[in-house]
């Protein structure tokens, strides 16, 4: 597993992607080529891109538990420096990230992981399908889930940033939510 882990947006991994071993990519599906993570010169860390939108309702271009093994299967085959980056470095690398670190620290350790994220990296609110799908891949029985879910019934700011990004949802995918309350399932 690696020995360290950061967590950045795009325009951080661009900047910082060289001074890594390895490179996880979580980007939107449709991303234009200008806007990939290009290694130019070689060598080049160790680099893997898996493409999900940033969604929590099951639907063409959600999360899937394939991108979570492939990502799990990645950082444990590094033994060095880590760098997970999606688009803002706030939802889909954040519930990643968090999954990771839980991962590395071991079962019991979830709040640790999550803290420690935060310390990093304060913006940090998974996405909370990821969260779900890794507690299920990790085994973990509910403890990833109910750290994510306690954090969030105690964070306005997560709580608004979930409503914002129901809002854009609901706006560019509306056959996913026929009513008002259909939303709700993506929490």
Excluded at 13 to 29: E, G, N, S, Y
Excluded at 59 to 75: I, K, L, S, T, W
Excluded at 128 to 153: E, N, P, T, W
Aim: with cysteine.
């Amino acid at each position: 597993m690696f020995s360290s882990l950061t967590v950045t947006d795009l325009l951080g991994a661009r900047k910082l992607k060289r001074k890594f071993d390895a490179v996880l990519t979580l980007q939107d599906p449709k991303l234009k080529r200008g806007e990939l993570l290009r290694f130019a010169r070689q060598p080049a860390p160790q680099h893997l891109r898996l493409r999900f939108d940033d969604i929590e309702a099951e639907c063409e271009g959600a999360p899937r538990e394939a991108h979570v093994v492939q990502a799990f299967a990645f950082a444990r085959a590094q033994s060095g420096t880590l760098l997970v980056h999606c688009h803002a470095g706030i939802s889909r690398s954040g519930a990643m990230a968090f999954a990771l670190m839980a991962e590395a620290l071991g079962p019991g350790r979830e709040e640790q992981a999550l803290d420690e994220l935060l310390a990093q990296r304060p913006i940090i609110v998974p996405n909370g399908r990821v969260v779900k799908i890794a507690d299920k891949v990790m085994g973990r029985d509910g403890a990833l889930v109910a750290v994510y879910q306690h954090r969030l019934s105690k964070n306005a700011d997560w709580q608004a940033l979930k409503v914002q990004q129901c809002a854009y949802w609901v706006r560019k995918r509306p056959d996913l939510f026929p009513t008002d309350a259909s939303y709700e399932r993506m929490r």
